[in-house]
């Protein structure tokens, strides 16, 4: 006989009261077992809410899964087990490796390798969504610590013409203009922007006027490199992405750009350009970036930046031909229509209440831990004051809590940040559906690598060819056009969770 789990739960004294206790699930799953002959081994009980990750009978549950090599899990409905964005994905790598079979009883839906096509679609647009919501919060954690780090100085270094130094209100580590040096980089700039000089005769000739360093001219490699870096007009290169800077420009953007084209005009940037695709393909050589540039004020290329050597970073390709392979692939993935589109619309629906719901608890457990830790530093404040507490232990807590706090008022943003993403991303997924081609040609460089994202990740360039993997909704869409909104059996097809396919062009 075939074994089952079962899992209920109640996250409020308000479900509990309105049919949703946890005796009313346990009876339907007896009742179930009776009637489907798969017999319930265990029952596992959650009285806490959902929206908190790492529920820990959730987490029991899913380690007997495991253990046990149990196949099937009974709950009343949708939300009962996907309570946030990470159970999605959780249970679809257990659906991945193990094979695992969801019963939602009281909707009469299971979800398997058997379920119909259009079951098996409208669920692969939820854990798309909830996976990019995931991806996304991470990005923007790591996006709030970067500009934490900003915050309390340049992660590196300060560059030539700049020094680091602490903050005496803030006590925070800060950039500052280097009032002498400043003056030698902007010479450098105005300098070489005439054509006058090349970097050698500039190196010779500002040393000569006292720009060195501990006494010696400044390499031509470390003169390139402040001629080249963006830091000069206020923006920061971190991990090939440009931010903006919260210091002091020295060079104004039209010398900076100006002096970009004297290097080699056909490798000049303009900063002030978003380039659609920066950041998202790499080479099929040798793994690094492709890089965008802008010729001529108005063409777009895309080569490697070569950073590994060899002689892949010649070969060129203008944004308008990836913007052809892309619609090329886009072209394939045929219209839903109108059943499957209200069905992915009901899918958007129920997942921006997932997120709703994780997003409150979320913000409510920040906002108690902000308020305690500052409690903490009232409390510690009149200890220091009444004499409880010497200077240096008052100032190591200080210090730490003070730290605690900004990385939870972080998370806050992080959280707001994700949230605003989310929903233009929900909603980009639903016209995507519907109005694919007119999407992607009247989208903004943001709106296309959005696009992109949702539709595949892997991209690569090679040989003149661009290739994508595709997200497992998509893979599925272009690779089952015969099947219709209600297919009956004959139109089941493998798992869309576990499909992945390489697109050339």
């Excluded at 996976?131 to 300060?158: F, M, S, T, W």
């Excluded at 559906?433 to 690569?460: Q, T, V």
């Excluded at 097809?493 to 390489?502: C, M, P, S, Y």
Aim: positive net charge; glycine residues 6%.
């Amino acid at each position: 006989m075939k074994l089952a789990v079962a899992y209920a739960r109640v996250s409020s004294k308000k479900q509990e009261d309105t049919g949703f206790s946890i005796p009313a699930q346990i009876e339907l799953f007896k009742q179930y077992s009776e009637q489907s002959g798969i017999r319930i081994e265990k029952i596992f009980v959650e009285n806490k809410t959902g929206g908190k990750v790492g529920r820990k009978v959730y987490n029991e549950m899913l380690a007997y899964i495991k253990q046990y090599d149990i196949k099937d899990v009974f709950v009343e409905k949708t939300d009962r087990i996907y309570r946030n964005f990470k159970d999605y994905v959780v249970l679809d790598d257990l659906s991945e490796n193990f094979n695992l079979v969801v019963h939602l009883v009281k909707e009469r839906v299971i979800l398997s390798k058997d379920s119909t096509s259009h079951e098996k679609l409208v669920h692969g647009f939820k854990v798309l969504l909830a996976k990019n919501y995931l991806d996304n919060l991470r990005e923007e954690v790591l996006k709030g610590r970067e500009e934490k780090i900003r915050e309390g100085g340049y992660p590196h270094k300060a560059p030539v013409g700049y020094y680091n130094d602490t903050n005496k209100e803030t006590k925070k580590k800060e950039i500052y203009v280097d009032e002498e040096k400043s003056k030698f980089v902007k010479r450098l700039f105005e300098l070489y922007s005439t054509g006058a000089y090349s970097v050698d005769e500039l190196r010779t000739k500002l040393y000569n006027e006292g720009f060195n360093h501990k006494g010696r001219p400044y390499s031509k490699p470390r003169l390139l490199f402040v001629l080249k870096d963006v830091f000069y007009i206020g923006k920061m290169k971190i991990n090939g992405v440009i931010y903006q800077g919260k210091h002091t420009p020295i060079i104004d953007i039209e010398t900076f750009n100006r002096v970009q084209r004297m290097f080699n005009d056909s490798k000049a940037r303009n900063h002030d350009v978003e380039f659609a695709y920066a950041g998202m393909i790499k080479c099929g050589y040798c793994g690094c970036q492709l890089t965008a540039e802008l010729k001529k004020g108005k063409y777009v290329y895309y080569h490697c930046t070569g950073k590994r050597g060899g002689t892949c970073k010649k070969d060129y390709i203008r944004e308008e031909k990836l913007d052809e392979v892309f619609l090329e692939l886009i072209d394939k993935l045929p219209d839903p229509d109108k059943g499957l589109f209200e069905e992915i619309k009901k899918a958007v629906k129920e997942i921006r209440q997932l997120k709703s719901d994780y997003e409150e608890v979320s913000l409510e457990e920040v906002q108690q831990q902000i308020l305690k830790l500052q409690a903490r530093l009232d409390n510690l404040y009149t200890d220091k004051l009444d004499g409880n507490i010497s200077q240096e232990e008052w100032l190591e807590k200080h210090n730490r809590w003070h730290d605690e706090k900004d990385k939870l008022i972080e998370k806050l943003k992080s959280i707001n940040n994700t949230s605003r993403n989310f929903d233009e991303g929900s909603n980009l997924l639903e016209n995507f559906c519907k109005h694919a081609r007119s999407e992607f040609l009247k989208a903004s460089p943001k709106k296309k690598r959005a696009i992109l994202k949702i539709l595949g990740s892997n991209f690569i360039y090679k040989d003149k060819e661009v290739s994508v993997v595709l997200t497992s909704v998509f893979n599925f869409l272009l690779n089952n056009r015969f099947v219709n909104y209600g297919a009956g059996d004959e139109a089941r097809t493998r798992d869309i969770l576990l499909g992945k396919e390489a697109f050339y062009h």
